[in-house]
């Protein structure tokens, strides 16, 4: 059985690291099982992204090394499946840097922009601390409210490889979906209610009945 884990920001990118150094240990999950890890992060430079890539890096390069066989047990015994579409760094576009931009402010009418006013930050004054003018490239600091909306760019996107991930799943098939994230920040906290939503919506039938699991990492 294949067991698809999504890593939603910092907080799952440390979760991605003690689950990695678990398996290194031999912790085992089975025969005939297989992790795929999905890492989703705005922020690039996030050292704690970039500390859990090098472990997976170096724990298939250790794990293809030992060549176990089928009835062993050992340290690196659980491969972990790297794909095309592991690893999901969602850029913006630089015209887009601000939430503002994001929506398309300056093309709204000022009806539109009334109604926007009273569910964000005011942004007549351009102050980067409002919601409106906050900018996106190190994540949503906080704010699930405006992270669920650019969220969905990882689904509209090609480049973010949330098709080909789609596109991989069976017909049918044993799976599983698990996914790690922070409800107190706002890239998790924002991405796991729209990722749960889109698996219950899919037309791929393994994905839609798959069960899903969760950990919300609480302040």
């Known amino acids: 059985m294949t067991t698809y884990v999504f890593f939603i920001g910092g907080t799952g990118a440390r979760v991605l690291r003690s689950l990695t150094m678990l398996l290194a240990s031999g912790v085992s999950i089975g025969e005939n099982n297989k992790i795929i890890p999905i890492i989703i992060d705005y922020d690039a430079e996030n050292g704690d992204l970039l500390r859990s890539l090098e472990l997976l890096e170096s724990y298939n390069r250790l794990h ?21 579409y592991s690893m999901v760094n969602i850029k913006l576009d630089e015209n887009k840097s601000t939430f503002a931009d994001f929506i398309g402010w300056d093309t709204l009418d000022e009806e539109t922009r009334l109604f926007l006013r009273t569910l964000y930050d005011d942004s007549s004054n351009k102050d980067p601390k409002t919601e409106l003018n906050l900018k996106l490239d190190l994540g949503f600091k906080g704010n699930p409210n405006i992270g669920s909306v650019v969220f969905n760019d990882y689904f509209r996107q090609k480049e973010y490889g949330y098709a080909d991930f789609h596109n991989s799943l069976p017909a049918k098939g044993d799976m599983r979906v698990f996914i790690v994230g922070s409800i107190f920040g706002g890239t998790g906290s924002s991405g796991l209610p729209q990722l749960v939503k889109k698996f219950r919506n899919s037309d791929k039938p393994a994905l839609k009945s798959a069960p899903i699991g969760a950990c919300v990492v609480l302040p």
Do not use: H, M, Q, S
């Not at 293809?64 to 095309?84: C, H, L, Q, S």
């Open 64 to 84: 293809n090394t030992a060549k176990y066989n089928n009835d062993e047990r050992g340290f690196f015994r659980t491969p972990i499946e790297v794909n095309n």
